[in-house]
């Protein structure tokens, strides 16, 4: 729809006084919007008019004022442009006012050792009509300009009373902003400003939980900006958290709770209606983006963006919340802003309440509407989506997280009673023994969570067992304060605890190292599957600005490990299907495989340069080419290169391609593996290349083609049957695969593949004994016997080409070459390796409430009907095997 200028200064004129007088004072304003030149009118606005920097910006705010204004009636200026001019005007006269401060006192000095911190709507782009701006003033003692006999600490107080007086004296010009130091460090006892030194250790030490929520949207604007940004990025750790403050977090909402609570006038628009701060209104949706922000922006660098409606978008994209939600919340944002905007226009006043009567028939007619029964109207539309999702927000401090508990043996509550010898010796975890528990802040954290504690354990199997794991957790945390808070957060986190301690030793062992991985497990999404790699990767890239080399390795570990734990965390809750679940495992680890490269790569050539037409491909093999891991799993893989190894980097210090992309590899092998600040990754398994352990770590392409045609060896080729490139251009990816199908498409001598591979799995049985009796893998009809089997078939018939086992099943069941009872055993087998790496990673039977588990992720009844179902898929392949290859297994039963 195009603008109409004249409707909109007809309105201006007969609705607000303050824009008819306006219009009346900057005539040349006038005449350039009557003609429809909005941008000519924003121009002109901003031209200087005045030599004084305080009559100058009183001229541009009441130009500006009417031109946007006016702009924004006739639709030639939308929302958001309006909210950036009105703030970019702020950074303008905030800092023409500390530059005309410091002139005042020392003549032609430089505008610089003064910031001007940007925060709240102002750091957010997002001011209105008759906002006040609400900076920090900083100053650096060293830089900071000043007379001879002037202490730095006075001095910076002269300037920003100066400041203050510039921008907020009321002149028959009017004035440029009101300003408000309070958001300052203790504003009520400390000076207007401070400096960078005092700063810092407020915000590194003492700082409250809405400072940290205040800083959400803070930015230097004004004076020595590039001063002002480094001090931002040096205390970027106080504001995104890696691990979650959950102390922090209660004190927002509580915050939040405490505005509704005190806010008084009508709950819904009417007369009275606070736009701002009623229910429904725009200081929720900016909490309701920020407490999400302040949730999940310390582990995702994304979600560190200024702009409400950029939050939300954001945190849409991440999953954090709904597109519905972010949609609609951004909708009725920008509507209350619009209306918010009309209430201003008219008096140029700060008012963000609804008149009555005239007034209010006033305001609609100047928003274009019929009366003020229509705005009302148009506002309960914005205001009801709006009260009811920030409604389940406050709700979620009083309800547990989603439904996570595992309860064999009945529901939470039931009030099994908690034995003596159980309340002694949780009581004693207080006497000193263990660091995490010395401080009174984390004394005082344990006692509101020690009843909840004691029913956790008294309902768990066996109640020793999980005191003892208790124990060993807080013997290995630095601070427990963070946990115990969590669990005063999410009471329903105790059961889920108590499993991963009680149920699955290697995530007790990883929870003993990485605590905070307990923070992810706050999230709605926690029991979703992850994404896709592509989904994965970005989350692994996303880093901060001027990340080095070892932060992007930590970020991939960060990613890496909550995702695994809760996957995990699925697996012993049984809430997805295991093989959907190591499916999820190998989507991780690819996207880590993938990022790691990219990293190393960049580091790589810095130093070595790359080498034209030529590049790294990563080639999955095992369980890793087929897509499906556990949470034990090695990356069997191997490196090529394209191109021709006769090629050389173009870089500073250069190298051959054969030791280049050897170098190259060896870094990406450590960027998995290696341990970081945040652990290891993966254990990283090359010995499949070419000539196996005594081999380069990388060959050519075509290298590794003459190799696979002329020196292979049978097991080499079946191994090649799970290969799957993981990384590299679509060109290097189909000059691969090309080279594994003419490799895999190869005629054979049947009864030659028969012999190397009855061999080679007698060999293995004979080395290589089963661990358990819950072995899967390798107990006789187990897994290697059905994989030995497909890929004996897809050698000998040349079909049934793909990496994925159940797929190759499927199709060699279609052809009739393996019975359909193997697609069956092969699922059921991987189910229970899957889930036993967690539950019984000694592959004994484990304690009753574990086994229960595995026979739910197997779909069966109970842990002795999965027994028999073991037994039976193992038959079943065993006379597979008899079938085929007319050998009879040597079965345990």
């Known amino acids: 729809m195009s603008a109409d200028w004249t409707l909109a200064l007809d309105r201006a004129r007969n609705h607000a006084p303050f824009l008819a ?62 909210m950036r001019e009105l703030s970019t005007f702020a950074d303008r006269a905030l800092h023409a006012a500390i530059g005309a401060a410091i002139a005042r006192r020392v003549a032609d000095a430089p505008n610089e050792g003064m910031i001007g911190l940007a925060l709240g709507k102002h750091g957010a782009g997002e001011l209105n009509y008759s906002s006040d701006i609400d900076p920090i003033l900083l100053f650096d003692p060293e830089t900071l300009p000043r007379r001879e006999r002037d202490e730095p600490g006075e001095a910076a107080q002269r300037y920003a009373r ?81 691990s979650l403050d959950f102390g922090a977090i209660d004190e927002i909402r509580r915050l939040t709770h405490r505005i509704r609570d005190q806010q008084g006038g009508p709950r819904e628009p009417g007369p ?26 310390g582990r995702d660098p994304s979600l560190r963006v200024r702009g409400t409606r950029a939050a939300l978008d954001a945190l849409a994209a991440t999953g954090r919340i709904s597109a519905e939600d972010a949609r609609v919340l951004g909708e009725s944002y920008d509507a209350l802003r619009t209306i918010e905007h009309r209430l201003q226009m008219v008096h140029d006043s700060q008012t963000h309440s609804l008149p009555a009567g005239e007034a ?30 920030f409604d389940a927000l406050l709700d979620e401090d009083r309800v547990s997280v989603p439904d996570y508990a595992l309860h064999v043996d009945g529901p939470a ?23 995490a528990l010395r401080s009174p802040a984390a004394l005082s954290a344990f006692d509101a969570i020690r009843p909840e504690l004691l029913q956790s354990i008294a309902q768990s199997v066996d109640a020793d067992h999980a005191v003892a794991r208790w124990e060993t957790l807080l013997s290995r945390l630095p601070s427990a304060i963070n946990l115990f808070r969590l669990l005063e957060a999410r009471p329903g986190l105790f059961d889920l605890l108590a499993n991963c301690l009680t149920l699955a030793p290697p995530l007790a062992d990883e929870l003993a190292r990485r605590p905070e991985l307990l923070d992810a497990l706050i999230d709605r999404t926690a029991l979703d599957l992850p994404g896709d790699v592509g989904a994965l990767a970005a989350a692994m890239a996303r880093g901060e600005r001027g990340d080095g080399y070892e932060e992007r390795l930590d970020r991939i570990r960060i990613v890496t490990g909550e995702a695994r734990f809760a996957l995990g965390v699925q697996l012993i809750e049984a809430a997805q299907d295991p093989i959907d679940v190591a499916q999820g495992l190998a989507r991780t680890a690819e996207a880590a495989l ?37 949470h034990a799993s090695d ?44 652990g290891a990754l993966y254990e990283v398994d090359t ?36 290969a799957r490139v993981l990384v590299g251009s679509d060109a290097a990816r189909s000059q691969v695969q090309s080279v594994v199908t003419s490799i895999l498409e190869q005629a054979r001598d049947p009864e030659g593949i028969r012999a190397d591979i009855l061999k080679m799995r007698g060999e293995m049985a004979r080395h290589k004994q089963p661990k358990g009796p819950l072995d899967a893998k390798l107990l006789r009809g187990g897994l290697v016997d059905v994989e030995f089997l497909v890929h004996y078939l897809q050698l000998r018939h040349r079909i049934a080409l793909t990496p994925v086992l159940g797929e190759a099943i499927a199709a060699l069941a279609a052809e009739g070459l393996v019975p359909k009872a193997i697609a069956s055993a092969h699922d059921l087998m991987t189910r229970l390796l899957v889930g036993t790496r967690l539950l019984a990673p000694d592959l004994a039977h484990p304690g009753d409430a574990a086994g229960a588990i595995l026979a739910r992720q197997s779909g069966c009844e109970d842990y002795e009907t999965l027994i028999a179902a073991f037994r039976q898929a193992r038959r079943d392949v065993a006379a597979a095997w008899l079938e085929i290859f007319g050998e009879r297994l040597e079965m345990d039963e």
């Open 360 to 389: 209010l028939e006033n305001v609609a007619r100047l928003h274009g509407l019929a009366d003020g029964a229509a705005l009302v109207a148009l506002l309960r539309e914005s205001t009801t989506p709006v009260a009811e999702r």
């Open 635 to 678: 990356l069997d893989i191997i490196y090529l290169f394209t191109g021709s190894h006769e090629g050389e980097s173009d870089g500073e210090r250069p190298l051959g391609a054969t030791l280049y992309f050897n170098r190259l590899a060896q870094r990406v092998t450590a960027a998995l593996s290696v341990p970081t600040a945040q």
């Open 272 to 297: 009275g209606y606070n736009l701002k701060l009623g229910r429904g209104g725009i200081r929720e949706i900016e909490f309701f983006a920020q407490t999400h922000q302040l949730i999940h922006g």
């Open 162 to 242: 100066e400041v203050v007086r510039l921008l907020s004296e009321v002149t028959p010009a009017g004035y440029v902003f009101r300003v408000d130091l309070r958001l300052r460090p203790a504003s009520e006892v400390s000076p207007l400003a401070l400096s960078l030194n005092a700063a810092t250790a407020h915000y590194e030490s003492s700082a409250l939980a809405w400072e940290r929520a205040a800083f959400i949207r803070a930015r230097a604007c004004a004076g020595d900006i590039a001063a002002g940004e480094a001090f931002l990025d040096h205390i970027r750790p106080f504001v995104w958290r890696r």
């Open 21 to 82: 007088r306006a219009l009346e004072r900057r005539g040349d304003l006038a005449d350039l919007l009557q003609e429809g030149r909005g941008e000519d009118a924003l121009l002109a606005a901003k031209a200087p008019r005045e030599h004084d920097v305080g009559a100058a910006l009183r001229e541009e705010r009441l130009g500006l004022a009417l031109v946007l204004a006016v702009g924004d009636l006739a639709g030639g200026f939308d929302l958001g442009r309006v």
């Open 687 to 722: 010995r499949l290349r070419p000539q196996g352990a005594q081999g380069p770590l990388a060959v050519s392409v075509d290298s590794f083609a003459r190799y696979q045609r002329e020196d292979a060896w049978t097991w080499e080729h079946m191994a090649l049957e799970r």
């Open 594 to 630: 993938q990022v790691a490269l990219a990293a190393a790569e960049e580091e790589f050539a810095a130093k070595h340069g790359r080498i034209a037409g030529s590049e790294l491909v990563i080639v999955g093999l095992g369980r890793f080419g087929g897509g499906l891991l556990t």
């Open 413 to 435: 509550g039931e009030g099994r009673p908690v034995s003596h010898e159980i309340v002694q010796r949780v009581s004693a975890w207080s006497d000193g023994r263990y660091p």
